[in-house]
């Protein structure tokens, strides 16, 4: 069973950085795709990065382009946003979430994380 935790989240002014962590847990990950998404108070929960464990291969949501960068640590089993120029609009709970690489859908979810950017 996969077991994702988050960790790193914060009271951030606006422009400033954070880095979240997802420790996971449970399989061997290569074969998954690791994704970072977000939900803010009263609204629906967005994508936000992506990663292929294997590949290293990323995707990121355009409102994060150039300021987000996800990464993994194989010998850690962790995956990173590193969350750079941070805007009051970043602020949400954050989630980590896997899926194998042949399944659409992520179906493995951390609890999340409180990320909150002060303007």
């Known amino acids: 069973q996969v077991q994702l935790v988050e960790s790193g989240g914060g009271l951030v002014q606006a422009g400033g950085s954070l880095r979240l962590s997802c420790a996971a847990s449970g399989r061997t990950f290569s074969s998954y795709v690791m994704g970072w998404f977000r939900q803010a108070p009263g609204k629906e929960r967005e994508f936000v990065a992506r990663?292929?464990?294997?590949?290293?291969?990323?995707g990121y949501a355009d409102s994060v382009k150039g300021r987000f960068t996800i990464s993994r640590d194989n010998t850690k089993n962790t995956v990173y946003l590193q969350m750079n120029n941070l805007k009051p609009e970043d602020t949400a709970v954050y989630y980590c979430a896997a899926r194998l690489i042949v399944v659409g859908n992520f179906g493995s979810w951390g609890p999340g994380t409180q990320v909150t950017v002060s303007s």
């Open positions: 990663i292929t464990w294997s590949s290293g291969s990323t």
